[in-house]
Structures are given as structure tokens and as C-alpha cells.
């Protein structure tokens, strides 16, 4: 089969997602040694983290602006561009105020890359669920091997050459990207930047039936994601007596299962649809989520965290939901919206599963995700039985 230039643009754009995940999650496994070295608390430094992720949360929307104006390819090498020079700046700070502004300036950066890319595969490809999935594999692969290296090049060399791996990824994908992908152009390069934060506009985006029900899917979703990769290592220990590194090993379990599956998800919702794909993956965590709560063998609560890997693979059909729903002269400040909206709301899965743990435990914190679930694949049985054009 004769390669395609379609598919260079679409190993590039997923090599762009690994670099810029790569990047925020370096920073994790050595979170002491920055402690110790600017001589503050574990808090501090996640009002940082919290600060980075929210800029990338609120970066999806403007980007998809940006690339209306001056187009796609230019917006991914400026987030890659940035990603880069953030990761040198924050390994190089001389105070931890200065960490936490370079940590806000690489979510942001690192931030303008997903929407661009998803909605500039989405029309070079006629399959988009299998590209979304595709693409979104690039995360999952960074989880998995990131923080492992991070913490090997910290052990030897320092905290701050374990963030240099941040701009070690970032630097060869963006030269890459600008000398393989050619120029696209802007959608709307006559659009004044001011044009697309109309309030009536986005509230009209929002409220249209379609575009919200999806974002209630959307937020569930996230929620629940938020919430596993967040805390599934400390509820194995707390809940089941695990050892960290065997909490972490299942943890990887985790992401290798969603790396897997994104891919074959998205290629599920074009050959069977979106909405019957979204429903089944998000079903696999109705099971999934009460297995680890009840599971009283290791193998048991290591099969349910695999499928907790395929129920979190969800983004494929659910964001390909939304592209369908949107015009070809909306798609990128439209989702760039919702995306952010979903983002931020579903970023609660953190404290409200935390919170919950603490004053019910950890099994009914974590049973509650499955009922979660269960709420959002109801709804879809229920839309299709009534034939709702949600």
C-alpha cells in the first residue's frame, strides 16, 4: 500500500499529543525534590500543577480561534514551540514563583495543540472516528512512559534533567511537523480575533440541544476520568492493601489497556456508529468500576482495571459526536468551546472523589463512578429507543 500524505500528518499530530503530554507529566515523579529544593509544601507545588492543567483546560477554546485566523499547521508548532521552551524555562527556575508561572505558560502552550490537530484530521480524514482514536493514543503512551523515565533520570541526574525530557520530546516532533506538514489555510483569516468571543455567540453554541446533551456526556466522562487517574493508585492501596509498586504496575495495566483500545474504539464508532460505540465502551465501566470495589483476588481487580482502561477510551466516538454537529465553519472555535467546558467541569472528579473517599471510603467513592456510568449509557439507550435527534 502507497503511503499517503494524510497519514505523515496524522503520526505527526500524535507524535505532537505524546510531546506535549510528556511534558506535564514529567512533572509528577519528582515533585519532593522540588520541595526540597525551594523549600515548600506538597500544597504549593499543586497549586501549581492545578494552575497548569487549568491553562490547558482553558486553551483549548482560543486555540480553535487562532487556527481560524492564521491556520492549523502554525497554531501545533507554536504549541509544541511553546511546550519546548516552557519545560527548559520551568527546569531552569530559580524560585518556585517562577516555576509556577513557566508551569502555567506550558498547560497553556502545550493546550493549543488538541482541538487543531483533532478537527484538522477530522477533514483530511473520512474515517474520523479510527484518526480521533489514532491521535488520542498518543496520551496513554505517554503515560505510561514519562513518569517511569522521569523518575530513572531524576535518580541520576537531578529533578531538572528530568524535566528536560519535556522539551527533549517537543524539540525533534516540532522540527518534524514543520518540515513534513505543509501550510493549511485559515478558515477565516478575515475574522477579527475579537469576533469569536461574542458571549451571544458561545451561548448559542452551548444551549443548541445536541451540542449540550453531548457535553453532559462529555462531563460524566471526564469526571470519571479525572477521577482514575487521579486516585487508582491510592485507592489499590488504601481499599485493597496493595504495595505502591504494585498499585503502580496496575496503574500502567491502566493506561497500556486504554492505549490499546482508543484506536480500536475509533474504528468501532465508524463501522458501528457513534452513539452504540460510546455506549458499550462506557458500559465496560459499569462493570469495571464495582469488580474493583468487590474484587477479593489479584487477578480479579487486574482484569477490572483493564477494563477500566477500555471505558475511559471513550474520546473517539464522544468527540466525534460533536464534530458532526458542528458546521466546517464552526468546528474549531465550537469544539475548542465545549472542550474547555467539559475540561473544567470534569476536572472536579478529583475533589469530589476525594472529598467522598475521605468521608464514606473508598469503596463508595469509587462505586459511584460506575453509577456515573451507568446514568450516561441510560441516557443513550433512552435517546435512541425515542429516536431524540440529540
Same mark, same amino acid.
Given at each position: 500500500?502507497?503511503?499517503? &500524505?494524510? %497519514?505523515?500528518?496524522?503520526?505527526?499530530? #500524535?507524535?505532537?499529543?505524546?510531546?506535549?503530554?510528556? @511534558?506535564?507529566?514529567?512533572?509528577?515523579?519528582?515533585?519532593?525534590?522540588?520541595?526540597?529544593?525551594?523549600?515548600?509544601?506538597?500544597?504549593?507545588?499543586?497549586? @501549581?500543577?492545578?494552575?497548569?492543567?487549568?491553562?490547558?483546560? /482553558?486553551?483549548?477554546?482560543?486555540?480553535?480561534?487562532?487556527?481560524?485566523?492564521?491556520?492549523?499547521?502554525?497554531?501545533? /508548532?507554536?504549541?509544541?514551540?511553546?511546550?519546548?521552551?516552557?519545560?527548559?524555562?520551568?527546569?531552569?527556575?530559580?524560585?518556585?514563583?517562577?516555576?509556577?508561572?513557566?508551569?502555567?505558560?506550558?498547560?497553556?502552550?502545550?493546550?493549543?495543540?488538541?482541538?487543531?490537530?483533532?478537527?484538522?484530521?477530522?477533514?483530511?480524514?473520512? %474515517?474520523?472516528?479510527?484518526?480521533?482514536?489514532?491521535?488520542?493514543?498518543?496520551?496513554?503512551?505517554?503515560?505510561?512512559?514519562?513518569?517511569?523515565?522521569?523518575?530513572?533520570?531524576?535518580?541520576?541526574?537531578?529533578?531538572?534533567?528530568?524535566?528536560?525530557?519535556?522539551?527533549?520530546?517537543?524539540?525533534?516532533?516540532?522540527?518534524?511537523?514543520?518540515?513534513?506538514?505543509?501550510?493549511?489555510?485559515?478558515?477565516?483569516?478575515?475574522?477579527?480575533?475579537?469576533?469569536?468571543?461574542?458571549?451571544?455567540?458561545?451561548?448559542?453554541?452551548?444551549?443548541?440541544?445536541?451540542?449540550?446533551?453531548?457535553?453532559?456526556?462529555?462531563?460524566?466522562?471526564?469526571?470519571?476520568?479525572?477521577?482514575?487517574?487521579?486516585?487508582?493508585?491510592?485507592?489499590?492501596?488504601?481499599?485493597?492493601?496493595?504495595?505502591?509498586?504494585?498499585?503502580?504496575?496496575?496503574?500502567?495495566?491502566?493506561?497500556?489497556?486504554?492505549?490499546?483500545?482508543?484506536?480500536?474504539?475509533?474504528?468501532?464508532?465508524?463501522?458501528?456508529?457513534?452513539?452504540?460505540? /460510546?455506549?458499550?465502551?462506557?458500559?465496560?465501566?459499569?462493570?469495571?468500576?464495582?469488580?474493583?470495589?468487590?474484587?477479593?483476588?489479584?487477578?480479579?481487580? @487486574?482484569?477490572?482495571? @483493564?477494563?477500566?482502561?477500555?471505558?475511559?477510551?471513550?474520546?473517539?466516538?464522544?468527540?466525534?459526536?460533536?464534530?458532526?454537529? /458542528?458546521?466546517?465553519?464552526?468546528?474549531?472555535?465550537?469544539?475548542?468551546?465545549?472542550?474547555?467546558?467539559?475540561?473544567?467541569?470534569?476536572?472536579?472528579?478529583?475533589?469530589?472523589?476525594? #472529598?467522598?473517599?475521605?468521608?464514606?471510603?473508598?469503596?463508595?467513592? &469509587?462505586?459511584?463512578?460506575?453509577?456515573?456510568?451507568?446514568?450516561?449509557?441510560?441516557?443513550?439507550?433512552?435517546?435512541?429507543?425515542?429516536?431524540?435527534?440529540?
Amino acid at each position: 500500500m502507497r503511503w499517503e &500524505y494524510r %497519514n505523515t500528518v496524522l503520526v505527526l499530530c #500524535t507524535a505532537a499529543f505524546f510531546a506535549t503530554m510528556v @511534558a506535564r507529566l514529567v512533572i509528577s515523579p519528582v515533585v519532593p525534590e522540588i520541595e526540597s529544593e525551594f523549600g515548600t509544601s506538597a500544597g504549593m507545588i499543586g497549586l @501549581a500543577l492545578t494552575g497548569m492543567w487549568a491553562a490547558y483546560a /482553558l486553551s483549548q477554546f482560543p486555540s480553535g480561534i487562532l487556527a481560524d485566523r492564521y491556520g492549523e499547521r502554525s497554531v501545533i /508548532l507554536a504549541a509544541v514551540s511553546v511546550t519546548a521552551v516552557a519545560s527548559v524555562a520551568l527546569a531552569l527556575s530559580p524560585s518556585l514563583a517562577t516555576f509556577g508561572l513557566f508551569a502555567v505558560a506550558l498547560g497553556a502552550g502545550a493546550g493549543l495543540h488538541y482541538v487543531v490537530a483533532t478537527t484538522l484530521l477530522t477533514r483530511i480524514f473520512s %474515517n474520523t472516528g479510527r484518526a480521533i482514536g489514532l491521535h488520542v493514543a498518543g496520551s496513554p503512551i505517554a503515560g505510561l512512559s514519562a513518569p517511569v523515565l522521569a523518575a530513572a533520570v531524576a535518580a541520576r541526574y537531578g529533578w531538572r534533567a528530568a524535566i528536560l525530557l519535556g522539551a527533549a520530546a517537543a524539540i525533534p516532533v516540532g522540527l518534524l511537523f514543520a518540515w513534513r506538514v505543509r501550510e493549511t489555510e485559515p478558515q477565516h483569516p478575515e475574522r477579527p480575533l475579537r469576533e469569536g468571543f461574542e458571549p451571544e455567540t458561545l451561548v448559542e453554541l452551548l444551549s443548541r440541544p445536541a451540542i449540550a446533551y453531548t457535553t453532559v456526556l462529555a462531563v460524566i466522562s471526564a469526571f470519571v476520568w479525572q477521577a482514575t487517574a487521579s486516585f487508582l493508585p491510592a485507592f489499590l492501596i488504601a481499599h485493597h492493601g496493595y504495595s505502591t509498586a504494585l498499585a503502580g504496575a496496575l496503574f500502567s495495566l491502566y493506561f497500556v489497556a486504554h492505549g490499546i483500545c482508543a484506536p480500536t474504539i475509533g474504528g468501532f464508532s465508524d463501522r458501528f456508529g457513534r452513539d452504540p460505540t /460510546l455506549a458499550a465502551t462506557l458500559a465496560t465501566g459499569i462493570v469495571a468500576y464495582p469488580v474493583l470495589v468487590a474484587g477479593s483476588s489479584l487477578p480479579v481487580v @487486574a482484569g477490572a482495571v @483493564a477494563l477500566a482502561g477500555v471505558a475511559m477510551s471513550w474520546s473517539a466516538p464522544l468527540q466525534d459526536r460533536y464534530i458532526v454537529r /458542528l458546521s466546517e465553519d464552526e468546528t474549531n472555535r465550537g469544539f475548542g468551546l465545549v472542550r474547555t467546558v467539559y475540561m473544567l467541569l470534569g476536572a472536579l472528579g478529583s475533589v469530589v472523589t476525594g #472529598t467522598l473517599a475521605d468521608l464514606a471510603g473508598w469503596g463508595v467513592a &469509587y462505586g459511584a463512578l460506575g453509577l456515573l456510568l451507568a446514568l450516561a449509557v441510560g441516557s443513550l439507550a433512552l435517546v435512541r429507543l425515542r429516536g431524540l435527534s440529540l
